[in-house]
């Protein structure tokens, strides 16, 4: 089918055509949801736990590794880690990417249903598909009392926050979870008087008993004559009445609740403090689900923000701002993209007119742009993609690339009109001629994506969508150029006013083509330049070639800081002498009375997490604000110690894709500790600037009063080891007795003593017991002064210390690990005791193997270019003649990496290294121009030598033309400084390197190969042509 002949037969039909592309792309557009990033599938689940006042130690043994026993046999799974602390745990499970995130659910909750009973005062568990790590915050919210509220306590509007904010929260689509992190739900306590039970006769487990049978049961039913009746037995106390419920007889007098103990409704113990930019505050985090659109999700929350402000809260004197806006970074980064994208039309198109001088020639080639773009994004749209920085740079990049097809079009036709040739004919064969090429290399370039779309893993799911929008643009721009050219070259085409060749006319490309056939005139200096530029090239590439890293560091604005808290710290004490000093110092900053100023911060501490996120005025200042807070703000607090990092875009989460993981396994926690501080010591002397955190910390410092049970004692006193544990229970925390709910809200029941200051207290409180009467606690349990750990990491069912470690960010990932290698690995491993084991994880786990899929890849791609080259040319060895100039590209795309390190930091990263794999199916596309038109020209009689520099007359011109308007075009991603350009800009240089360095070269490079390759040839043709001559080069200059 010839679509040129179709096309330019029905003009009218073809325009049609164009218009309906155009009305589809842009309601495509319109639909297209917007992202920072594609839809990549997070395969973890995460099963959270709350145990209230639990020590890691109990939640570790009574809930999380009986959850880890089940979980592990789970399909699929290949990584399980947990984290515990106290009254928190929580186990991640990840798995292999591509899994069947439903069905991993339902076998997930099957697992979690064959664990031992739970504890009565243990939640059930929470589970998460995508949490805990791996879906990250879409958004903070922080709830503060409006300048007309003088209260502080938000205890108080803790049930408006559960029965309004959260349920208008949850309707938003997208929401996966909502972690209430200042929550102090309400409880009913009973504050009983140890004294005056024992006084009295009565055990904590009659007081416990009575109170846990207070309850409505249900009798079932009964038939009374013709209607048939619900029977329950009202056994519930309202807590204002509870005092009456009788716990015994004491000689046939009733002992009441009221006699021995108080009971009131209040809400639960402070965990934790949380201050807005200085000013107390209700913190909130929202999880979104794993294919949520942030984007969506955000606008939704703004929308209840608004609502919810306008509305309850205003009426409570209460205001919600929201802190953490994941939006506000992609929508900054979409928009540079955008804008690079418009700055590279712009680049493009006046390349284009310096080269052709005509307004109506530039709009003719140029059309193909909106068509390529339009059609691109009507496949995102038709394929459920999002428009992201990936998709959107695609299209940056293709920019340049969909006006190749037309330019080498429309040359073409011009130069046959040139020649003489009329009007249709020289649209019909100027097209035919090139049409073969064009199709190879708009084979080989979409062919070389090929092994992107199969990629394995997380950078398979990244690097799809560029993968897609530039092979829809260049097949887009192929088709634009064999039918619109056409018909654009029909209607609006100027016949030239001497349709007489211009071949005598000594301009710059036929001095180009002269130039190029004195260096490669004969068989030494053509050996010499092939030696030069292809073994140099592969030298140069060697010696020069970055060190490997993951994933592009895209940091975002926001700055973070973790602590690592003295152990045992009350949160009254944490807040006066950590937080409080922290926000006086940041207070001048905030204020704007020093520099660097700070937009907002949040700072939250609690058991299960603390951390100080920072929002400078000006982004530009990140790293000067993070100097400030490692030297003056966050030292010299007392037993303290701060690590800060800047956020990163392409994980909202605080590890990025540049963390290294060092777990260190073993059965003596303590002794792993100290080795885990040794190396800390031992990578940062290694990695100057590189941040070290210890998860957990680097002591067993908690302190711990152990109360070991006296046997001989508890036996004579007729008390099992359960009771007195009930009874420190309930002199500590509150023993959980039971749950009450009046049809609206529900609280646990818990029974306390009265609150002690010194353990000689608790060693003094009474307890009463059937056998031997009154007994203290002391008499019945020995109190033991000890520490313990603070929290507990396990990974795949060991206790482990690790060592999270972000290297310097001047440093790629690969050198990074190569020096804690050699330097500080050596040591650790001499440090460990007996029977531990050291292992990397992480971004470093996964460098290795990433490389090596890279390097398939790329092997693959070179393959199936030579085969498909192999089947166009129906030649092997011309195949092998266009695969020779790759070494070329890839020197130049490496000489353009090293060039920009010296302004800013670029690393080899997946991202730059995907660039030398599209590189391949580019920098083909002028070689195969060359030898196609050598062939033809072979094929028309002229011998080799004539026929090679004819083909260099001939598409010098164009080559150069479509390689300068693509490099213009992709340029401004190169060189555009802004948020989520770190993303893009490692492709873009290696994409430009190459193209500037392959087209400086391949039109020596091919000429000498074609040269050398047909030598035989050369010396047994006899027939001479004008074109030997210095002038007749000039035939092929237009």
Same mark, same amino acid.
């Given at each position: 089918?010839?679509?040129?002949?179709?096309?330019?037969?029905?003009?009218?039909?073809?325009?049609?055509?164009?218009?309906?592309?155009?009305?589809?792309?842009?309601?495509?557009?319109?639909?297209?949801?917007?992202?920072?990033?594609?839809?990549?599938?997070?395969?973890?689940?995460?099963?959270?736990?709350?145990?209230?006042?639990?020590?890691?130690?109990?939640?570790? *043994?009574?809930?999380?590794?009986?959850?880890?026993?089940?979980?592990?046999?789970?399909?699929?799974?290949?990584?399980?880690?947990?984290?515990?602390?106290?009254?928190?745990?929580?186990?991640?499970?990840?798995?292999?990417?591509?899994?069947?995130?439903?069905?991993?659910?339902?076998?997930?909750?099957?697992?979690?249903?064959?664990?031992?009973?739970?504890?009565?005062?243990?939640?059930?568990?929470?589970?998460?598909?995508?949490?805990?790590?791996?879906?990250?915050?879409?958004?903070?919210?922080?709830?503060?009392?409006?300048?007309?509220?003088?209260?502080?306590?938000?205890?108080?509007?803790?049930?408006?926050?559960?029965?309004?904010?959260?349920?208008?929260?949850?309707?938003?689509?997208?929401?996966?979870?909502?972690?209430?992190?200042?929550?102090?739900?309400?409880?009913?306590?009973?504050?009983?008087?140890?004294?005056?039970?024992?006084?009295?006769?009565?055990?904590?487990?009659?007081?416990?008993?009575?109170?846990?049978?207070?309850?409505?049961?249900?009798?079932?039913?009964?038939?009374?004559?013709?209607?048939?009746?619900?029977?329950?037995?009202?056994?519930?106390?309202?807590?204002?009445?509870?005092?009456?419920?009788?716990?015994?007889?004491?000689?046939?007098?009733?002992?009441?609740?009221?006699?021995?103990?108080?009971?009131?409704?209040?809400?639960?113990?402070?965990?934790?403090?949380?201050?807005?930019?200085?000013?107390?505050?209700?913190?909130?985090?929202?999880?979104?689900?794993?294919?949520?659109?942030?984007?969506?999700?955000?606008?939704?929350?703004?929308?209840?923000?608004d609502e919810l402000n306008a509305g309850a809260l205003k009426e409570a004197g209460l205001v919600m701002d929201l802190s953490f806006d994941a939006s506000i970074h992609i929508k900054r980064a979409i928009l540079l993209v955008k804008g690079n994208l418009a700055i590279g039309v712009l680049l493009a198109l006046v390349i284009l007119f310096a080269f052709l001088r005509s307004f109506r020639a530039t709009l003719m080639i140029a059309s193909t742009i909106p068509v390529a773009l339009l059609i691109a994004f009507f496949s995102l749209e038709a394929m459920g993609r999002t428009l992201n920085v990936i998709s959107l740079a695609g299209l940056a990049f293709a920019v340049g690339l969909v006006l190749d097809a037309a330019i080498i079009v429309q040359e073409n036709i011009v130069r046959l009109l040139q020649q003489g040739s009329g009007l249709r004919q020289a649209i019909e064969e100027g097209t035919g001629q090139v049409k073969g090429a064009l199709m190879a290399s708009t084979a080989t370039t979409v062919a070389i994506f090929v092994p992107i779309l199969f990629m394995p893993g997380v950078e398979g799911q990244l690097f799809s969508d560029l993968a897609l929008t530039l092979s829809v643009a260049v097949v887009s721009s192929f088709i634009s150029a064999i039918t619109l050219i056409p018909v654009f070259s029909l209607l609006w085409l100027k016949l030239p006013e001497k349709a007489a060749p211009q071949m005598n006319r000594p301009d710059l490309w036929s001095k180009l083509t002269r130039l190029i056939r004195t260096l490669t005139g004969d068989k030494k200096r053509a050996s010499i330049w092939c030696a030069l530029l292809i073994i140099g090239s592969g030298i140069m590439t060697f010696a020069l070639m970055p060190r490997p890293d993951f994933l592009p560091q895209a940091r975002s604005d926001g700055i973070f800081a973790f602590f690592s808290l003295p152990p045992g710290s009350n949160v009254q004490t944490l807040e006066k002498e950590v937080g409080d000093v922290i926000i006086e110092r940041l207070k001048p900053y905030y204020d704007k009375e020093k520099s660097p100023y700070i937009k907002g911060y949040n700072f939250s501490m609690y058991?299960?997490?603390?951390?100080?996120?920072?929002?400078?005025?000006?982004?530009?200042?990140?790293?000067?604000?993070?100097?400030?807070?490692?030297?003056?703000?966050?030292?010299?607090?007392?037993?303290?110690?701060?690590?800060?990092?800047?956020?990163?875009?392409?994980?909202?989460?605080?590890?990025?894709?540049?963390?290294?993981?060092?777990?260190?396994?073993?059965?003596?926690?303590?002794?792993?500790?100290? *080795?885990?501080?040794?190396?800390?010591?031992?990578?940062?002397?290694?990695?100057?600037?590189?941040?070290?955190?210890?998860?957990?910390?680097?002591?067993?410092a908690q302190p711990e009063l152990q109360l070991i049970p006296n046997e001989r004692r508890l036996a004579q006193a007729g008390v099992d080891r359960t009771q007195i544990a009930n009874?420190?229970?309930?002199?500590?925390?509150?023993?959980?007795?039971?749950?009450?709910?009046?049809?609206?809200?529900?609280?646990?029941?818990?029974?306390?003593?009265?609150?002690?200051?010194?353990?000689?207290?608790?060693?003094?409180?009474?307890?009463?017991?059937?056998?031997?009467?009154?007994?203290?606690?002391?008499?019945?349990?020995?109190?033991?002064?000890?520490?313990?750990?603070?929290?507990?990491?396990?990974?795949?069912?060991k206790r482990s210390v690790s060592l999270l470690i972000f290297p310097p960010a001047d440093m790629s990932l690969d050198e990074a690990l190569e020096i804690i290698n050699e330097k500080a690995v050596p040591s650790l491993k001499a440090s460990l005791p007996t029977n531990s084991s050291l292992k990397f994880r992480g971004s470093a786990d996964k460098l290795d193997q990433t490389i090596k899929d890279m390097g398939a890849n790329f092997l693959l791609a070179v393959v199936i270019l030579f085969l498909l080259m192999s089947a166009m040319f129906k030649s092997a060895k011309d195949s092998l003649l266009v695969l020779l100039s790759m070494p070329l590209a890839i020197c130049g795309g490496v000489l353009s990496l090293r060039l920009l390190n010296l302004f800013s930091f670029q690393s080899l990263d997946l991202l730059t290294m995907i660039g030398f794999i599209i590189l391949l199916g580019l920098v083909v596309n002028n070689a195969i121009l060359l030898v196609d038109q050598t062939r033809q020209g072979t094929r028309d009689g002229l011998n080799i030598d004539d026929a090679i520099y004819q083909a260099v007359a001939t598409r010098a011109r164009p080559v150069y033309m479509s390689t300068l308007t693509s490099i213009f075009g992709m340029l401004p991603l190169m060189l555009v400084p802004g948020v989520g350009s770190e993303i893009y800009r490692g492709l873009a240089a290696v994409i430009v390197g190459g193209m500037t360095f392959s087209a400086l070269f391949t039109l020596i490079l091919i000429p000498s190969l074609l040269r050398l390759t047909h030598l035989s040839a050369r010396n047994t043709q006899t027939t001479h042509n004008p074109l030997t001559h210095s002038t007749a080069t000039d035939s092929g200059a237009k």
């Open positions: 089918m010839n679509l040129t002949r179709i096309s330019t037969h029905n003009p009218a039909g073809t325009l049609v055509t164009l218009l309906l592309i155009a009305i589809f792309g842009v309601l495509a557009i319109a639909k297209l949801p917007i992202q920072l990033l594609p839809d990549i599938q997070r395969p973890q689940i995460s099963v959270f736990n709350n145990w209230r006042s639990a020590a890691p130690q109990e939640m570790e *043994s009574n809930i999380i590794e009986p959850q880890e026993n089940v979980l592990r046999q789970v399909p699929g799974v290949v990584e399980m880690t947990s984290n515990i602390s106290q009254g928190f745990g929580r186990v991640s499970l990840t798995f292999e990417v591509g899994n069947n995130m439903q069905e991993a659910m339902i076998n997930v909750i099957n697992a979690l249903n064959q664990t031992p009973p739970r504890p009565l005062d243990a939640n059930e568990p929470f589970i998460n598909v995508g949490g805990g790590g791996g879906t990250p915050n879409l958004a903070s919210l922080l709830i503060r009392m409006a300048p007309d509220n003088p209260d502080t306590d938000f205890a108080k509007y803790q049930k408006l926050i559960d029965d309004i904010v959260e349920p208008r929260l949850r309707q938003i689509t997208g929401v996966g979870s909502i972690q209430l992190q200042s929550r102090r739900p309400k409880e009913l306590h009973i504050l009983f008087d140890p004294y005056r039970a024992a006084a009295l006769g009565i055990t904590l487990e009659q007081l416990r008993n009575t109170l846990s049978r207070a309850a409505d049961i249900s009798g079932g039913t009964a038939n009374v004559g013709r209607r048939q009746y619900m029977v329950r037995f009202i056994g519930q106390y309202t807590p204002e009445n509870l005092g009456d419920l009788i716990v015994t007889y004491n000689d046939g007098r009733p002992v009441y609740i009221n006699e021995l103990a108080d009971v009131s409704v209040s809400s639960a113990e402070v965990q934790g403090f949380t201050k807005r930019n200085g000013y107390p505050a209700y913190y909130m985090t929202i999880e979104g689900t794993f294919d949520a659109n942030t984007v969506t999700v955000l606008n939704g929350v703004n929308r209840a923000i058991s299960a997490f603390n951390v100080l996120f920072i929002y400078p005025e000006d982004p530009s200042q990140a790293d000067e604000m993070i100097k400030l807070l490692n030297d003056e703000i966050l030292i010299g607090l007392p037993d303290t110690q701060a690590f800060t990092n800047r956020g990163s875009l392409l994980q909202f989460g605080f590890n990025g894709g540049r963390a290294i993981n060092i777990d260190l396994q073993g059965p003596d926690m303590e002794a792993l500790m100290t *080795s885990a501080g040794k190396g800390m010591k031992l990578i940062t002397d290694a990695l100057p600037g590189a941040v070290v955190r210890p998860l957990p910390g680097l002591s067993m009874a420190i229970r309930a002199y500590t925390s509150g023993l959980f007795v039971g749950e009450y709910f009046d049809g609206n809200e529900r609280m646990d029941i818990l029974l306390k003593g009265p609150k002690w200051q010194v353990p000689e207290q608790l060693s003094a409180t009474p307890v009463y017991t059937q056998a031997a009467g009154i007994q203290t606690i002391g008499e019945l349990a020995k109190i033991k002064r000890t520490v313990g750990p603070t929290q507990l990491q396990r990974v795949n069912g």
